[in-house]
Every structure is written in C-alpha cells, then in structure tokens.
C-alpha cells in the first residue's frame, strides 16, 4: 500500500504543519506528502477542517470540544510521549500503530496511536453541506460491490448499530471491490490489509451528549448530512 492511496491534500497538509508552527510526521495513509519528523519526535494534533459548530444541529459543538478537544488530543498526547520513550520519532503513524499491533507489549502504543490515526480520519471524513451521495469512481464502485448506494447506506447502518460495544463501522476497498467492515475498540482495516475510505465511530463519547442511547440515530444523521464524500473518492487513489 502506497502513501497516495489514501490521501490529503498537499495544501491541506502544509496548513496542519503552518498551523502547529512545527514540521509535522505525516500520517503516511492519510498524506501523499514524505514522512516529516517533528522536532520534538511528535505529532501535532492535525486541526479540524471545519469550525466546532459546523456540523450542528446533527454533531453538536459541545460534543466536537469534548471529542475532539479532549478524547483526540489525549490520543495524541499519549502517543507522543509513548514514541518519546521508545524512541520512535520520525516514523509515520501508521507504521507505529501497525508495529505495535504486532508485538507483544504494544497493546499501549497500538491502542493510541490506533486511535490518534481513526479518529483524525474520521475528522476529515465529515462536512457540513456536502455531496448527499459519492460520485465517479466511487459511485460506480458502490454500485458494483453493494448494487445501489442505498444498498451501501444499509449496510454501513447495520455495521454500525450492531457493533456491540466501542467501535467503527467502515468502507473499504479490498482489491478491485468495496466492502462494509467494522472493527472493535482501536482496530483498523489497515491491519487486514484493506484500504479504508471512510469510517463511522460508535464510541459512545462520539454521540451520547447528542443522541444519549439512540446511536441509530446519530448513525443516520452521519450518512445523510455529513458525510465527505469527497474524501472517501480521494482514498481510492
């Protein structure tokens, strides 16, 4: 799997690292841009790509400032000094996470830097007010794999709803065709080989200030209103 696979803008990327006042280590799978090494060995928690309140009323700003403001930025916190310690700096954070799931002691690492990576993926993958359905490529790939984007929409439903527990529900490529999977706690398709395009978190912190118990409806709101189908075309490469 390439960089370019899964990828941001380069204009998107070199706003993260103006932004920080630091030269970033890119996330690999999320940036087409050469690994950069921090000058401090670490990550700068990437600013979201949209004001907190931009995907209310289906996102609240209250539920952006504690998930992303604190849940994110602990990931990243975390992460940091792990590396700090172990002396992982100049490497990407997928390369650290898909380590660290390998060994034996890195359930630590994994976990966190797993969950710095989903959770800025996830970031990306919202918008207020965009495209209600995928496009080109994308569009003829959903129509392959699933037969209709409707197809699509009640399959990443169901994944997502019956994920028992903490969780994501994703698309993903797997060769030439698209698949519905979803993962427990920090995993990510990313270990299985497969090219993630987008993902929905079912932690609960990710929709219980708004929906309390209903993450049907959260999940809804997610697919019909604030989905970026943009980027999840950019990920095909």
């Not at 696979?5 to 280590?25: E, H, M, N, P």
């Not at 841009?33 to 289906?58: C, I, Q, R, S």
């Not at 380590?99 to 690492?109: C, H, N, R």
């Not at 019956?162 to 994703?170: E, I, K």
């Amino acid at each position: 799997m390439t960089a370019s696979q899964i990828s941001f803008s380069r204009r998107t990327f070199c706003k993260y690292a103006v932004s920080a006042g630091v030269a970033l280590a890119s996330f690999s799978a999320l940036s087409s841009v050469a690994t950069l090494a921090a000058e401090n060995g670490g990550f700068a928690l990437p600013p979201l790509p949209y004001a907190e309140d931009a995907l209310a009323p289906h996102i609240s700003a209250q539920t952006i400032s504690f998930h992303y403001g604190k849940h994110t930025k602990a990931y990243y916190d975390t992460v940091n000094k792990m590396i700090a310690e172990k002396g992982l700096a100049g490497l990407s954070l997928e390369k650290i996470f898909l380590d660290a799931a390998k060994s034996p002691d890195g359930a630590a690492l994994f976990n966190n830097a797993a969950q710095a990576f989903n959770h800025t993926f996830y970031w990306q993958g919202l918008t207020p007010g965009g495209a209600k359905a995928p496009s080109g490529k994308l569009a003829r790939l959903v129509e392959q794999s699933f037969g209709s984007f409707d197809a699509l929409k009640k399959e990443l439903t169901a994944a997502a709803v019956s994920q028992f527990g903490s969780g994501w529900a994703w698309l993903v490529r797997e060769g030439d065709a698209l698949k519905v999977v979803k993962t427990s706690n920090a995993e990510n398709p990313l270990q299985k080989q497969q090219t993630p395009l987008l993902t929905i978190d079912v932690w609960e912190h990710a929709y219980y200030l708004d929906y309390q118990n209903r993450r049907p409806d959260y999940v809804k709101a997610v697919l019909e209103n604030l989905v970026n189908w943009d980027i999840a075309a950019a990920h095909l490469g």
